[in-house]
């Protein structure tokens, strides 16, 4: 069994490539291997995150200018926006990650920040664009890693200098982080990965926010939460959103942000099969 979705054999050898070849690196984030995982994102989405952000918090668009550097490198591909001008629906995905992120707990300056699966970086490029954070580290494959130091590499030391990549399998320190992030990838791990996650990540972290996303071989909800549980995050809860992919929720905790307790047959699980809840 694969470890997760993105341990498919084709997509980490092309993030070593890609890490390694100047013209694979030139244009990885429009390739067909990559964005089986990543970078799939069209114009219509990037009016939906536009969407999003501007009900949740339209200050972040005064500072798109600065965001748009994460489209420098890569090739991303880039589409016009009324307002915003020329951006990718990849990087306005990431900036409705970090509004998602200040909306639950408000500023990270000075913050341990751990992400659960770091893709090239994009996410961890903005939070640094935007806070003076303490550090950034990111879990993910080796070759993962290598396109992640790749990328932020080629903005300079601002960005090396707060990263720390790791991989779950050699991670023997016991650190604590004040918030852990996943944006999909935690959820699609399989079982015996998320309980080492949750034992060496997620446990030791004071805060989190977890975007869920169904895959079968992995925790269901009910006992995803449980598992949670027991690791006494403090105001553990979940969140539904207004999504046009099924079954995609949040779960977090010590949010600022009021959370929904418990499962419940309203709302974003009344149409999961009853044996999978």
Request: hydrophobic letters at 35%; charged letters at 20%; aromatic letters at 14%.
């Amino acid at each position: 069994m694969k470890s997760s979705v993105s341990d498919n054999l084709k997509y980490p050898e092309f993030c070593q490539l890609a890490s390694e070849n100047d013209d694979v690196f030139n244009s990885f984030r429009q390739n067909s291997i990559y964005q089986e995982i990543l970078e799939h994102f069209n114009y219509k989405d990037g009016l939906r995150f536009i969407a999003e952000i501007t009900n949740e918090n339209p200050k972040l668009l005064n500072e798109v200018n600065v965001f748009k550097t994460n489209d420098i490198f890569g090739g991303a591909a880039i589409e016009y926006y009324e307002n915003l001008g020329f951006i990718s629906p990849s990087t306005l995905h990431y900036v409705g990650q970090l509004s998602y992120l200040e909306t639950y707990f408000g500023d990270l300056t000075d913050k341990h920040i751990v992400e659960i699966g770091g893709g090239y970086g994009g996410l961890c490029k903005l939070v640094i664009d935007r806070y003076n954070i303490a550090s950034y580290t990111i879990f993910d494959l080796k070759p993962v890693n290598a396109l992640i130091a790749r990328y932020l590499g080629e903005y300079g030391t601002k960005y090396l200098s707060k990263i720390k990549l790791e991989v779950l399998e050699n991670y023997k320190e016991d650190k604590t982080f004040d918030l852990c992030i996943s944006n999909c990838a935690f959820t699609e791990c399989a079982p015996k990965i998320q309980d080492n996650y949750l034992n060496k990540v997620i446990a030791k972290s004071s805060k989190g926010f977890i975007l869920y996303n169904i895959r079968l071989d992995s925790y269901p909800p009910a006992i995803l939460l449980s598992k949670l549980e027991n690791c006494q995050l403090k105001g553990l809860g979940y969140s539904p959103l207004d999504n046009p992919l099924p079954y995609v929720f949040i779960i977090a905790w010590n949010s600022i942000k009021k959370l929904k307790k418990h499962l419940s047959e309203d709302g974003i699980f009344i149409n999961f099969p009853r044996n999978y809840i």
